[in-house]
């Protein structure tokens, strides 16, 4: 290809496109301004390290749950906001197991069972930790998981099957009832405080030297890195290798075709809430793990940053849900490194924004649940 | 008999019965609101402030909804970022007309101490620049799409209120003296974390003074000091803001019934039943969402004004997204698309979903104080599985009045959107044509069926394909 040519298509995709430009534009010019950084010494390379990991850690979440909230999106036609809420209601059913198992005996059954309401009991004083209470804590996955598959298959029957066929705008707005109740329900319950949920001393940590300082990794941030990761495999595997998995990813693409061929549209309906409800709970609980806090509104706050996660990644696409989750993980943490971690969260907004602006099928769209 | 004539014949059945209603509805949530305050034992001073602090919320979710009926009712747009140009509107109305700072005073931060109208036209036209702002790029999308950003924008002006490093800062204001032009800088800023302390002049007593009617409102206040003892300057206040605040419902909803039925509002409508006819047809479709967009988000900033300028301090955490959703349930309750439906539905989530659970949480404390409701749900429900014992569950119920009113809020919208999507009035939406539809004799019934689709189908034909023709390749 000759160079008026290259030049041609050059200026034709800058005049087509010229938000897409701008963003090249900042995106290099911070890659520049990092890179400087990182060689006069004045961005530590062991802080990006931190940053980096903190960033991935954030984003295996964020995918985890984005993966359930992807297949409800494409398959179910709607943005649902009620998934930051099963992640929460998934979060509590797990931590209320691990609080029961690890501290049956030491304290009263309904405060391990309200997750330490309103103070009466201290995950730090139960020694709750992978390493500590390996048996409490893999209870608490499952329990999490099957909770909210329970859950989400509840709000299903009440809230969604009733209006199954009426478009997207009418259930989104019904997911934010189901949002608003369930989540003042658990407010209800469980409290408003935020509290702690691990014995933080007790977690063994592997401090990694890179360069001039230390990556801080510990053993929560390992527990998470398998069960999502091994998650994520096992959707794949789901997904590409069983009978279910075809049908799913058929009515993701095309619902009439796939009604045609004689795929049964609720039963795929219903694997969908229980996968992706499923994920959602174990999302919600490894992320109290990682982090050491729970709060009513743990999945709600998450819940923006999921969304940009799907729509980054191209809705409908479960490994376009995870790429997203990681690069807005990864965002939410670097954006630090030039602006006040207020703002943070807003970076992250900002990236999906940009990404909705210039290309608003996402990064991976077209290859929808494959 | 001309035209005009016979259709002001044929609307003013309509206009009476809507004004009928309204004033019907606003009269009977009095009555209920009064009828339980004497039957449990309230006094006048209560009953007072409770009717003033239920007309000041009838009155702002009405003005909420009537913005949003624009977005959503008229053009379709699906906007759940309300509240961030409600937080926009005040904050800059604060800024504009807060005291210029001295050192030592009380307000971290000073502000440009202009009159308190010209920070409320601020705070108005600023709303409607972030509504440009965030239209331009977003109009073109699907409507979820539009939907999370906008909620996303919200957020992002709630950080960016919240965050440290706009807190105070020094803005240069150009001005013109007899000795020259220059620039003054003015000491001013976001307050971070704490919010702003807004220490101008009450906006009511402002008011009052600037009709020059400074003489009869003090009379007025005595005239209320013969029925409550002390201070009685305070429940007058609150009900005349009150009063004022349904004069600017009334204002919007003139403003909106006439853009409704203008070539304009037409044009809109049109984009909401089906922007590619528009959109051929000729109207630069784009053109007019942005407008509609910008005129709804400036309303929307200025009521936000009209809310928190009497609060005395404003703090950005007021401005979650869950403000946003509930002008969404008043507007989903007095359905979209019609004027009176919006302010029906302002006034009925104001009175029973918003502002009923706390005033009965009110009488309730006043009949039977209690002082030991459980401070958790465990031990509210232990005695109960224990002994069977209700009564430190339905405490810790009563106690927790803020919390339940959300559930309910989530129930009703829920079952809304099941049994009523198309709202309490039911069908109103207004056609997007400039004739009535419904012909002469037999064909009624038919014609008229065009008009009545609930937004159900508003969405229907459009199958999640963002990507649209691209897919074979």
């Not at chain 1, 478009?167 to 989104?172: A, P, R």
């Not at chain 1, 998650?231 to 794949?236: P, T």
């Not at chain 2, 001013?188 to 101008?200: M, N, P, Q, R």
């Amino acid at each position: 290809m000759g160079f008026a040519e290259t030049y041609a298509r050059g200026r034709r995709v800058a005049v087509e496109n010229p938000i897409g430009i701008v963003v090249l534009v900042v995106v290099a010019v911070l890659a520049v301004d990092l890179a400087r950084g990182l060689a006069t010494g004045r961005v530590p390379v062991s802080r990006v390290g931190s940053l980096v990991w903190d960033g991935l850690m954030r984003g295996l979440v964020i995918g985890l749950a984005g993966i359930g909230l992807s297949m409800t999106y494409s398959i179910l036609n709607f943005a649902n906001f009620a998934h930051g809420d099963f992640i929460t209601g998934g979060a509590f059913a797990g931590w209320a197991t691990t609080y029961l198992l690890a501290g049956a005996g030491s304290a009263d059954v309904g405060a391990l069972l309200l997750v330490g309401a309103g103070g009466s009991v201290f995950g730090g004083a139960l020694g709750v930790g992978i390493t500590t209470t390996p048996v409490a804590v893999l209870a608490g996955v499952l329990v999490a998981g099957t909770a909210t598959v329970g859950l989400a298959l509840l709000a299903d029957r009440l809230a969604f099957a009733p209006i199954r066929d009426a478009g997207g705008i009418s259930l989104l707005i019904t997911s934010v009832g189901v949002a608003f109740a369930l989540r003042y329900l658990i407010q209800f319950v469980f409290g408003p405080s935020t509290r702690g949920t691990t014995a933080a001393s007790a977690v063994p940590k592997f401090p990694l030297y890179l360069i001039d300082g230390f990556v801080r990794i510990d053993a929560h941030d390992l527990a998470l890195l398998v069960i999502a990761g091994g998650l994520m495999i096992g959707v794949h595997l789901v997904l590409q290798t069983t009978k279910l998995g075809k049908a799913m990813r058929a009515m993701s693409d095309n619902k009439d075709l796939a009604r045609i061929t004689g795929i049964p549209a609720e039963r795929v309906v219903t694997a969908t809430w229980v996968m992706g409800g499923g994920l959602a709970g174990v999302a919600g609980y490894v992320l109290v793990l990682w982090k050491g806090t729970i709060s009513f509104n743990d999945g709600w706050l998450l819940l923006l940053l999921i969304f940009a996660a799907v729509i980054l990644g191209g809705i409908g696409s479960i490994y376009g849900a995870i790429a997203g989750g990681v690069v807005i993980g990864l965002t939410y943490s670097l954006s630090v490194i030039w602006i006040p971690s207020t703002f943070a969260r807003a970076a992250a907004f900002l990236v999906m924004i940009v990404v909705l602006l210039v290309r608003p099928q996402g990064i991976f769209a077209g290859r929808t649940t494959a | 008999m001309s035209a005009a004539d016979a259709l002001r014949d044929r609307l003013a059945p309509a206009l009476r019965s809507d004004a009928a209603l309204l004033v019907a509805l606003l009269l009977g949530i009095y009555a209920l609101y009064v009828a339980s305050g004497v039957a449990l034992g309230y006094e006048l001073r209560g009953q007072l402030n409770a009717v003033a602090v239920v007309t000041f919320y009838v009155g702002v979710f009405s003005l909420l909804a009537l913005a949003l009926n624009l977005h959503w009712g008229y053009t379709g747009l699906f906007n759940i970022g309300i509240v961030g140009f409600m937080a926009v509107g005040i904050y800059t109305m604060a800024i504009v007309s807060k005291a210029v700072y001295t050192p030592g005073g009380a307000a971290q931060v000073g502000g440009l101490g202009a009159p308190i109208w010209a920070g409320m036209l601020a705070g108005t036209a600023a709303a409607a620049l972030l509504g440009l702002v965030v239209a331009l790029p977003a109009l073109r999308l699907r409507a979820d799409y539009l939907a999370i950003v906008t909620i996303a924008m919200s957020e992002i002006v709630r950080f960016t209120l919240l965050s440290n490093a706009f807190e105070s800062f020094r803005l240069p204001v150009p001005y013109v003296s007899r000795s020259g032009v220059g620039t003054a800088a003015y000491r001013v800023g976001l307050g971070g974390g704490s919010g702003l302390i807004l220490d101008f002049q009450d906006p009511l007593a402002a008011f009052v003074e600037a009709v020059g009617l400074a003489g009869p409102y003090a009379g007025l206040v005595d005239l209320f000091g013969t029925a409550i003892e002390n201070n009685p300057r305070p429940v007058v206040d609150g009900l005349v803001y009150a009063l004022i605040v349904l004069g600017f419902v009334a204002g919007y909803y003139w403003l909106l019934k006439r853009t409704g039925e203008s070539p304009f509002g037409r044009v809109l409508k049109a984009i909401r039943e089906d922007e590619g006819v528009a959109d051929a047809l000729g109207k630069d479709t784009r053109a007019f969402k942005v407008k509609a967009f910008m005129l709804g988000c400036g309303l929307m900033g200025l009521a936000g004004v009209v809310w928190f300028m009497r609060q005395g301090a404003i703090t950005p955490n007021t401005y979650r997204p869950r403000l946003t959703f509930f002008v969404w349930i008043a507007l989903i309750i007095g359905g979209a698309g019609s004027n009176t439906g919006s302010v029906v539905g302002g006034a009925v989530f104001a009175a029973f979903l918003y502002q009923g659970p706390l005033y009965l949480k009110n009488l309730v404390n006043t009949v039977a104080p209690v002082s030991d409701a459980p401070g958790s749900f465990g031990p509210a429900v232990a005695p109960l599985i224990a002994d069977l014992d209700p009564a430190p569950f339905l405490l810790y119920t009563i106690d927790s009045v803020r919390q339940l009113q959300l559930v309910i809020m989530g129930v009703v919208l829920v079952a809304l959107m099941h049994r009523r999507p198309e709202g309490l009035l039911g069908h109103r939406k207004e056609t997007a044509a400039s004739v009535p539809l419904r012909g002469a004799g037999g064909s009624g019934g038919a014609a008229g069926a065009v008009g009545t689709d609930g937004p159900a189908e508003r969405t229907g034909g459009d199958p999640s394909d963002p990507d649209g023709g691209e897919g074979d390749g």
